[in-house]
């Protein structure tokens, strides 16, 4: 069983930059991959970026070369780093512990979202 908290949204504007944390509780943190997915009322769930158990990352085309997805395996922490912000990248943002990969469905731990807001 894991649980995740997010934090470290807010509003900022266009251009700036937040990073997300996501401090899981668990002795197997280190085992799961970790991922950041975000939605918003008009779209499905979307994925950012993952992390897996060796570090090795994948991220969306929308968001490549602007966020950074690392974690702190002896901090249960995985953070989410995002540079040069869009309004586009408005949305509630949400850590997911689970199997790799892209596809949603390969998370089975869910944390209750933090919302990013860009203005532009």
């Known amino acids: 069983q894991v649980q995740l908290v997010e934090s470290g949204g807010g509003l900022v504007q266009a251009g700036d930059s937040l990073r997300l944390s996501c401090a899981a509780s668990?002795?197997?943190?280190?085992?799961?991959?970790m991922g950041w997915f975000r939605q918003t009322p008009a779209k499905e769930r979307e994925f950012v970026a993952s992390v897996n158990w060796s570090g090795s990352t994948t991220y969306s085309d929308s968001v490549k070369g602007r966020f950074t997805i690392s974690r702190d395996n002896a901090k249960n922490t995985v953070y989410l780093q995002m540079n040069s912000l869009k309004p586009e990248d408005t949305a509630r943002y949400y850590c997911?512990?689970?199997?790799?990969?892209?596809?949603?469905?390969?998370?089975?731990?869910w944390g209750q979202g933090t919302q990013v807001t860009v203005s532009s």
């Open positions: 997911a512990a689970g199997f790799s990969g892209t596809n949603d469905v390969s998370f089975g731990y």
């Open positions: 668990g002795r197997t943190f280190g085992t799961y991959a």
